[in-house]
């Protein structure tokens, strides 16, 4: 019998997996590589708080990005890198292997019974006290054990372009684009191209991809991002990661947040008697809150017109101010940066 059976090796089970001392963990992850690419890979520099990552994994720092849209642009600083995604799971399940067992089976059901939960693969019966759900948008754990869902699912593409990068990234808030955003992103030898939207994917991507013309690209790729944090705790385990719709409303980033949850699941886990409500609770502290804020905030933004987010990006570009990326509404509603919004709203 197992304590933990985490299921999903995205960054969230292989992180939470690093963090497990002295008990019995099996993890399962249905892709041998480690599953589909699906992440541009985009932090904060937050990333060091957690880690000292080798340069190999870190394909470019940058500082600064352009908001664009229509003919207005305006320059925000940024403290960020690029990671290689793939690398950056590689090390993860380098250091996971040192505390945890590793199958590459794909779970097709889960259920619990008087002495704990079974977890049933393609390939065996594993008997587990808890499981750990951390397989991703899709989450089977979350719909067996629970009855919410993220609030909404937004869904990504991009490709990568054989251009030469230069050191912008471009943000590109064009309604013809996106009902959230595109962008060109610089790699370490390639120019990455992309959105997010809720709606209309496919046509807004062509729209893209024609007006910006990439040269000699690669195949697309595609990622489905849940949001707006749901409910993570039930008897018999958690949630973690994309699987609760931790990632930010307001860019669907999700990578710095699964490690922050991560943590906080392993400080619980970590117990001889896990309260798997204490762990949803300080995950709502540390990031339901300012998810919150920022589901507010993607509402407002989903009504603004192109001329009023034009405005916005004029007003920002008289401020030229750092943005903390992964808490940007809880940075943006304290001290001077509340003036930008109130000079926006005519307050
Ligand atoms: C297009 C796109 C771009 C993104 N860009 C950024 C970015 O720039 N910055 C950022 O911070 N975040 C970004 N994200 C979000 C980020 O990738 C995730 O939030 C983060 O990696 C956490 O993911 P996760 O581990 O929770 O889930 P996933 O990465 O989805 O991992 C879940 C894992 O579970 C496995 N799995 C699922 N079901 C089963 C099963 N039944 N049995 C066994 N295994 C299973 C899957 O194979 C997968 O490996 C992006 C996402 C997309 C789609």
Redesign the pocket.
């Known amino acids: 019998m197992y304590d933990y059976v985490i299921?999903?090796?995205?960054?969230?089970?292989l992180y939470l997996a690093t963090r497990l001392k002295n008990k019995q963990v099996l993890l399962?992850?249905?892709?041998k590589n480690?599953?589909p690419r699906?992440?541009?890979?985009?932090?904060s520099d937050r990333i060091n708080k957690f880690f000292d990552l080798p340069k190999s994994i870190i394909e470019r720092e940058i500082y600064k990005a352009y908001l664009c849209c229509g003919e207005v642009s305006a320059q925000i600083n940024l403290n960020s890198v690029v990671l290689d995604k793939e690398k950056f799971e590689t090390y993860l399940l380098r250091q996971a292997e040192k505390n945890v067992e590793v199958k590459y089976?794909?779970?097709?059901k889960v259920s619990d019974d008087y002495h704990g939960v079974v977890v049933t693969t393609s390939q065996g019966v594993y008997r587990t006290k808890y499981v750990i759900g951390?397989?991703?948008?899709?989450s089977?754990v979350r719909k067996t054990f629970l009855d919410e869902e993220p609030k909404k699912f937004f869904f990504?593409?991009?490709c990568y372009s054989n251009e030469k990068p230069s050191d912008e990234y471009r943000v590109f808030f064009d309604s013809k684009y996106s009902d959230l955003f595109a962008w060109t992103a610089p790699r370490r030898n390639k120019v990455e191209y992309?959105m997010?939207c809720e709606k209309n994917l496919n046509s807004n991507y062509e729209n893209f991809i024609r007006d910006k013309n990439p040269k000699d690209t690669s195949e697309d790729?595609f990622?489905?991002?849940p949001t707006g944090f749901c409910k993570c705790s039930f008897p018999k385990g958690i949630l973690?990661?994309?699987?609760a719709g931790m990632?930010k409303p307001l860019t669907?980033?999700?990578?710095?947040y699964?490690l922050i949850a991560g943590k906080i699941a392993a400080r619980e886990l970590n117990k001889d008697e896990p309260d798997f409500r204490n762990y949803e609770k300080k995950c709502f502290e540390v990031l339901g809150k300012e998810i919150k804020k920022q589901l507010l905030a993607r509402r407002v933004y989903s009504k603004l017109s192109d001329r009023r987010k034009e405005k916005l990006i004029s007003s920002i570009k008289k401020e030229r101010f750092n943005i903390d990326m992964d808490f940007p509404m809880t940075d943006i509603l304290k001290d001077k940066k509340m003036r930008i919004l109130k000079s926006f709203f005519g307050m």
């Not at 089976?105 to 097709?108: A, G, K, N, P, V």
């Not at 951390?134 to 899709?138: E, F, R, Y």
């Not at 973690?240 to 699987?243: I, M, P």
């Open positions: 299921v999903g090796g995205g960054v969230a089970g399962l992850e249905e892709h480690l599953g699906r992440c541009s890979g985009l932090i089976e794909r779970m097709i951390c397989d991703g948008a899709n089977l990504g593409k991009f992309g997010i790729y990622g489905v991002i973690v990661g994309n699987a990632t669907g980033g999700g990578v710095i699964s």
